[in-house]
């Protein structure tokens, strides 16, 4: 290809000319053109010159950046889901013999397979040049692949459709010409269509990501539009119609949007309603695309009137002619329908990687009307008019379309004949009152096999739901879409009487059982969770969650609205989701909102969070104790089983403080103005001088996505009182945002790391909010603290010494850094204020080793000390996935916080930790044996 006539030319071009602008962003990072050419030039010692890249992590800054790295490299990439399953990973990077993959954030234990090479994106963005940095555009052949799509996956082993470099450009080139753009223009990135990114970057244009959660949560996604100012984002319908469905009539305010294109279903007439209603002078663009052959064509529904019949899905780009065949693969003629195929040698693609069978049956070369062609089967049926447009029927048989995802019925069914037995099987698409569009599974049994998925799955005659154990066991191997909703054995398959083929007009119809509320015992999440999904009550397990059982992410919206009402605060969809019914109705009610709250507030003071927790408690002594006389310090703790005042009584009891300097507030953070009604949040924020936030969800087994998750509503809502009150805040911020081992770590911000836990994650993501806020702030990253009187018995350290103590043995090379935690308090408590955001690693060089225990502890190697050492399963499994923990040897750079304690203290910043007097208290020579 020569110069501007290839994708990576353009980008290249787009990188020269546009530096000084934002290229990609989402809520954590912003990267310039500038920056991404820089950061393209870092990543490209890293690419192989003769295999693709795999690209890990959701789509995010860091994700599209290594993937536009690749393309203007001339380096096809795939795309790999951290959704997926840990087997289909695997089996995508064998079967395109990839070694490299580009990590934009951290992989569970074992996600990635052993063997392959890592690259983390995050530190190679790290300290980017403002400048321009000179890049060259690859010489790229035509048929060479410009990314890989990994579809369907419907046997666990997705297949692997390269796009040529030629058919992305003539593509491109073509829909320009629809949907144009430019500098000015805000493109929300969809997170099922990462590859649409590289339209906008070749001509100058903002690429925004959203987090999941905002494209799930309706509510979110609106407010995502406002922040961003996004002026065009892809959806597919369903997905638009149920946001849209779930929000208030009439227009939407403060939303900057011009232009919706939807992809991967057909848009049907109360979809082109709601958008007319609720985002007016939006246009509307009906894409009909397919992997294989790409763009195909485009067409504005935005003012469609109402299709009774077959849709119109436009005329064919110019690379492309529509041909539709026969049963007897004859052409057939305008108006006449058949099996949809489409011919174009620039556009076709040249099949699936390592699947030729697969690709002779798509991938057809035909002899007709006296010449040889090649056509792809879209599986799709329709007809060409007269005026040259497409009309799409439906799909056939052995191709399924569900949430734009592709289903390959042959390949499914063979993959269910792993788990259950059958004679004859049937996936097919159903539409479900309150559910929409779901994969069912019709078959037949005899007796023996019937009896088998008896025993094996509980599986009944008739309609069931998914079993969540059979759900449980495919979703390892399958995705989720491929997993079906619903099981319906039949006596036998209805036959048409005139084809001799399944007739699937006959195939029963999903009535959804109503849930059943006579059981007094269900909560809330399990009642909901059952109306949702049509099943009763009591066919679904409270240790389980949503996803499990068999909901969909298109239920969870649903799921997710009804649990705001009835709990009366935000839930995070990923929560909705994927956290089990029982825990979820717990965490909801734990933190719900009982109504705003009137409270008289007339005294200064500062402001603590996490006051009954370890640190907290010992903070509100230090506080007390600095404070005048005449200031009070209010303390925001959330309802659990023992009441708010209760438990700060016994606080202030234990650390003698004298109740009347308290002032309860009973919320919790993540509550908007702390459960306030406006008049007394008001006078709260003339009160308070100073907040000292110290409340975190600390559950080192629980995901970053789930901390991160219940760490920013909290964050936000302190920052806005911050903000509201014009107070200076003090963070306490973890040594989590570091590796257990390296540095030595600045005083600085913090970005994430291979191996980042869910904690250090949060930290990291709640520091960015506070540096971005305009506040001053402190923020104090700590490690582990102890109170020689008083263990901290949820500290992951003072378990392993409780576990040494009761075994008499030790791991080798045993190292961990604690401080005190009174000196923290009194540091927190007592530091000068100061304007900006300032950093203080408040953790000395100074570790608890082996030379510091007792005599005659023995010391076994770390995996035979986890064999015999007196842990939980949760507690073993924890260090296990992370042994670091036991020889965590990491160093930091202290000089701030060395020079404020030394100032407040008159002691050096080694003062705080006496490992020494921690290992005399922890441990004694008298062993048990």
Partial sequence: MSARSNVPAQLTQALHEHAPRLALTDHALSLTYGQLAALTVRLQPHMPTDAPVAVFGKPSTLFGAAAAACVISGRPFVHLDPAMPREVLRNILEELAIATVFVAEPPAEGQLPEGITPVEVSALAADLPDDATPIEAPDVADDAAIYIVATSGTTGKPKCIPVTQRSAFLSYE???????????????????????????????????????????????????????????????????????????AGPIPGVALQRIILNGEVVNDDLIAAVAEKLPGVSLWNLYSICETHDISITDVTARGAVDGAVSVGVPMPHLRAVVL?????????????????????????????????????????????????????????????????????RIAHMLKLRGHSIQTRELTESLRGYIGFGQAVPWIKEVEGQGKVLVLYYTSDAAQQAQNRADWGLDTGQMRMPAALSKAMRAVLPAYCVPAYLVRLDEMPINAVSGKTDYKRLPDITPQEAEQSDVSAVPTVVEAARVMGCAVGELDAALSFHAQGGDSLMAVTYLLALEEIYARPVDFDFALNVALGRLHELLSDTAQTGVTRADFTRKGVLLTGATGFLGSRLLAAAARDLPEDHVVYCVIREKRNAPTDRMQRVAEAQGVDPDRLVLISASIEDAQFGLDAESYGALTDCVTRVIHCAAMVNLAVDRSHSEAWSQAGISNVIRLCQDAGAELRFTSSSAVFPDTGGPFAEAPAVLFDGCSGYGAAKIDAEAQIADAGIAAAIVRLPSLYD?????????????????????AVPEGLMFRMVDANAVARFLTGLPSREGVHYYN??????????????????????????????????????????????????????????????????????????PALAAARFTSSLPR
């Fill in 174 to 248: 073509w829909r320009d010409a629809y949907t144009p753009y430019g500098p000015e223009d805000r493109v929300g990135a969809y997170i099922f269509a990462i590859w649409e990114m590289f339209r906008p970057l070749r001509r100058g244009a903002r690429v925004t990501f959203a987090r999941f959660n905002e494209l799930m949560n309706p509510a979110d996604l609106v407010r995502f539009w406002q922040r961003t100012g996004v002026t065009e984002m892809l959806f597919t319908p369903s997905a638009l119609e149920k946001a849209l469905r779930a929000l208030p």
């Fill in 788 to 808: 020689l009187a008083e263990p901290n018995a949820k500290d992951i350290y003072e378990i392993i010494m409780a576990a040494c103590q009761r075994c008499g």
């Fill in 326 to 394: 026969d049963d007897a693969d004859a052409v057939c003629g305008p108006g006449q329908p058949g099996l949809l195929h489409f011919e174009g040698t620039e556009m076709l693609g040249p099949g699936y990687v390592n699947r030729p069978e697969e690709t002779a049956l798509r991938f057809r070369n035909l002899t007709l009307e006296g010449r040889e062609r090649r056509l792809y089967d879209t599986g799709d049926q329709g007809y060409v008019g007269a005026d040259g447009a497409v009309y799409v029927i439906g």
């Fill in 842 to 915: 408040f953790a000395p060089d100074t570790w608890l080793r082996l030379s510091d225990l007792p005599k005659g502890y023995d010391a076994l190697p770390q995996d035979e000390w986890l064999e015999a050492a007196p842990l939980s399963p949760a507690e073993r499994n924890l260090i296990a996935a992370d042994p670091t923990v036991l020889h965590a040897d990491s160093r930091f750079e202290h000089a701030g916080a060395d020079a404020a304690w030394q100032a407040m203290s008159g002691e050096p910043l080694s003062a705080i930790s006496d490992a």
